[in-house]
């Protein structure tokens, strides 16, 4: 198997990409199988089996790097650090994703489209739960679709393609779902592949480093778990969801679009400056 692994290294981007996954599935489906037959909560269930896949993840990713691309390295390699730096981006980013979602909501409240709601329970305890989601979330999909597929295309395409393909991989494994929910949920399609660029322009922008990127990811998820679990705001239905967010979700709507797009322009404008 050794053997095999390393001749993947002179395959195309695409090949790389499909064996790991079933390597990755090799592994998960032993552990993942047992779960969905003894697990009734669905809920439960989802948490198990995605919390076993992202751990599989990353126990097999550095096995990938050293027998595909004799890199021993590679979470380093594709732009996850222990250093000063990369926390002290990693907290610029959630500062810079906590403050664009507040902002979208106090927005909408100024604008009479939702309310302020005394929440029922300790703001804080929701403010602790959310950390876990935020963060796990932030570093499996910045670490998997930011580190290693972006990794896996930079190898054998420019740029550009590699910025556009990731993009895109993104929201498409998102949307694996029914025609007709594809169709309701559209709007979120556009805020995942706004998300996605700017986490690529945050990664190239940190000179392929990830914690800019996860940060902004974090923030964004901390922010909205908190104001929708703690129920802190209620829409006053005087626009439609298309506006304000499909399924409540904020960045599903014209106006977190908005948001994205103009924090996208942002993070655009400065990989332009870098260059220079």
Same mark, same amino acid.
């Given at each position: ?16 990409? %499909? ?7 090799? *592994?998960?489906?032993?552990?993942? *199988?047992?779960? =969905?037959? +003894? *697990? ?56 810079? /994703? ?43 999909? /910045? +670490? ?5 597929? =972006? ?5 054998? =395409? %420019? ?32 805020? +995942? ?17 990830? /914690?800019?990127?996860?940060? *902004?990811?974090? /923030? ?57």
């Amino acid at each position: 198997m050794k053997n095999n692994l390393s001749l993947l290294a002179q395959r195309p981007a695409a090949i790389r990409i %499909i064996v790991f996954f079933l390597c990755l599935l090799v *592994i998960w489906l032993p552990i993942a *199988i047992p779960i =969905y037959l +003894l *697990i009734y909560d669905a809920n439960l269930m989802t948490i198990l089996t995605m919390g076993m896949l992202a751990i599989s993840f990353f126990i097999f990713l550095p096995r990938w790097g050293k027998l595909v691309h004799n890199q021993p390295q590679i979470y380093q390699h594709v732009g996850l650090e222990f250093t000063k730096q990369f926390a002290f981006e990693l907290l610029r980013g959630l500062a810079i /994703g906590l403050i664009s979602i507040q902002l979208l909501f106090l927005v909408q409240g100024s604008l009479g489209w939702l309310e302020w709601q005394k929440p029922s329970q300790s703001v804080v305890r929701f403010i602790l739960e959310a950390i876990p989601t935020a963060f796990g979330t932030a570093f499996a999909e /910045g +670490l998997f679709f930011r580190g290693w597929i =972006y990794d896996e295309l930079e190898r054998d =395409y %420019i740029p550009s393609v590699v910025l556009w393909a990731t993009s895109l991989i993104f929201p498409i494994l998102h949307f694996l779902k029914p025609i007709a929910e594809i169709i309701r949920t559209s709007p979120q399609f556009f805020g +995942l592949l706004l998300l996605s660029l700017i986490c690529i322009w945050a990664k190239r922008l940190c000179r392929g480093r990830l /914690g800019l990127s996860i940060g *902004i990811h974090a /923030g964004l998820v901390w922010g909205w778990y908190v104001v929708n679990v703690g129920k802190l705001i209620e829409y006053t239905g005087k626009v439609p969801v298309w506006v304000t967010g499909v399924n409540d979700n904020p960045l599903a709507g014209v106006v977190g679009l908005s948001f994205l797009l103009t924090l996208a322009l942002w993070m655009w404008s400065k990989n332009l400056k870098l260059k220079v």
